[in-house]
């Protein structure tokens, strides 16, 4: 019995508090709060004691491995232990699963624009089936792309921002449609009631003055492809006559960024198996003088030659943390950079509804097709199970949307006993799918990777303290 009762303890505490040490800081995350604790090596091992001993049994802990300890220091440190619990600041129970229940009915706010179903590059490990999604290529029509600024206006309530994502495929291909619907979108705004953002992603290939000038006036964000040092960007990201991209992009990208003044642009990579030491395609990037960048890990089957593996865990967290040290001491030099995995607010941040819900994936976001079909997120695009209507008829598989408004935290059985759950809001859905057969299962290598993001952007905070 006593037996069982400890590991019962155990579980209930795991859910309340995650404590790790990582650039030698002591770091408490109390899960339900949000609270952060830098600690020293006392305090670290009280209240990691605390839950599952109570007061009386830590204390004795605390004794015998801090023999020359000050009984009031003692004192003083459970007192504030039992002054942060007393405060919900340490220990707090979940009082949110009932705020799942309660969000209201969400309305569309952001729509991606497939708007080329064609790609002039031949990326190894692209989820778009090298930007076809399955089907023949196709570009967007002017209609149609209209059509979708309607349907959002529509369809969004009393919202009165509203984003439009251009994606592909590569959407360079389709560009004359694209400044027309953002052309179409600027009249809509003349009356007043709605405001539109545009973002696109793009390869780079057909960038020029005239995507620089349109772009740097009307897009404000501008997400650009690229993986990282040259031999690991060509060896992924191919040109159809099998050449590499790095050299052509690389230069367009500095030329852009640089009209830009450096600012709303993410030059975002990908990384595979074949490059597990990721870090060094990222601080490539700083080197070249772009300081917005992104660097996700490609979600493909294991068995793919460049699939990550869960043995590659330790290299891959390995990674994260070589760049979070690197990216301090770049910090102290005036050389630092924006890493976007690493960004983290404590103080504000996401309310609970979005930390609960997540991206709004199939409710406060869609995906349109050049056909206009309508997809939750440009994920599911081409999976006709997840079709859930289009922009003419409007919503007509309601019970697939309906999925994934219940869709969250609270929904995922894998998120009950995670301390990262109001940081991930449930990770992604389309991720979720491929690995598990279900939106609400979890991904679980991806899982990993992102709680040691999480763990590196609360120490770089800690260091900032």
């Known amino acids: 019995m006593k037996g069982g009762g400890c590991i019962a303890a155990a579980a209930i505490w795991r859910l309340m508090i995650h404590s790790y040490k990582l650039g030698g800081f002591n770091i408490i995350i109390d899960a339900a709060s949000g609270s952060v604790h830098r600690v020293d090596d006392v305090a670290y091992d009280a209240i990691n004691a605390y839950e599952s001993e109570g007061e009386a049994g830590t204390r004795q802990l605390i004794k015998e491995k801090y023999p020359d300890l000050p009984e009031s220091e003692l004192t003083e440190l459970f007192s504030g232990i039992a002054e942060l619990k007393d405060n919900d600041r340490l220990f707090a129970p979940d009082r949110f699963s009932g705020a799942a229940a309660n969000q209201g009915e969400k309305t569309l706010k952001a729509l991606c ?46 919202r009165k921002n509203l984003d439009i994502d251009f994606f592909g495929g590569e959407p360079l291909l389709n560009w004359a449609v694209v400044k027309d619907i953002v052309r179409y979108a600027r009249k809509v705004e003349q009356a007043g009631s709605k405001k539109f953002r545009f973002t696109l992603t793009t390869n780079g290939l057909l960038i020029d003055d005239d995507v620089i000038s349109f772009a740097n006036r009307e897009i404000h964000n501008v997400v650009m492809s690229l993986d990282g040092r040259r031999e690991v960007n060509d060896a992924s990201r191919r040109l159809p006559g099998g050449g590499g991209s790095y050299d052509e992009v690389s230069a367009k990208f500095r030329k852009l960024v640089e009209a ?28 070249m003088g772009f ?15 460049y699939g990550l593996r869960p043995e590659d865990l330790p290299a891959l967290c390995g990674q994260y943390e070589e760049l979070a040290s690197e990216m301090l001491a770049r910090s102290k030099d005036g050389r630092g950079f924006t890493f976007y995995h690493f960004k983290l607010d404590l103080t504000g941040g996401p309310c609970i509804y979005k930390r609960i819900a997540g991206c709004g994936v199939g409710t406060e976001y869609l995906a349109v097709t050049p056909r206009g079909e309508l997809y939750p997120c440009h994920q599911f695009v081409g999976n006709k199970e ?11 598989n309601t019970s697939l949307l309906d999925g994934f408004k219940d869709c969250g935290i609270y929904s995922k059985p894998g998120c009950a006993q995670c301390w990262a759950r109001l940081y991930c809001s449930g990770g992604c859905a389309a991720n979720a799918y491929r690995a598990s057969g279900s939106i609400d299962g979890v991904y679980e290598l991806g899982c990993e990777l992102f709680k040691k993001r999480i763990e590196c952007a609360i120490m770089m905070k800690a260091a900032l303290v």
Not at 125 to 147: H, N, Q, W
Not at 260 to 284: E, M, Q
Not at 386 to 396: E, P, Q, V
């Open 113 to 158: 624009l497939n708007v080329s179903h064609l790609c002039n590059m031949e990326c190894s490990y692209c989820f778009a089936g090298r930007g076809g999604y399955g089907g023949d290529g196709e570009l967007m029509t002017l209609e149609t792309g209209v059509r979708a600024i309607d349907f959002l206006v529509e369809n969004s309530g009393g």
């Open 260 to 287: 830009r003044g450096g600012k709303n642009y993410y030059i975002r990579g990908t990384f595979t198996r074949n490059n597990l030491d990721f870090a060094s395609d990222i601080l490539h990037m700083a080197d």
């Open 291 to 305: 300081t917005e960048l992104s660097m996700e890990p490609a979600v493909a089957d294991p068995g793919a030659p």
């Open 386 to 396: 997840f079709m859930a209507g289009d922009l003419w008829r409007g919503i007509t």
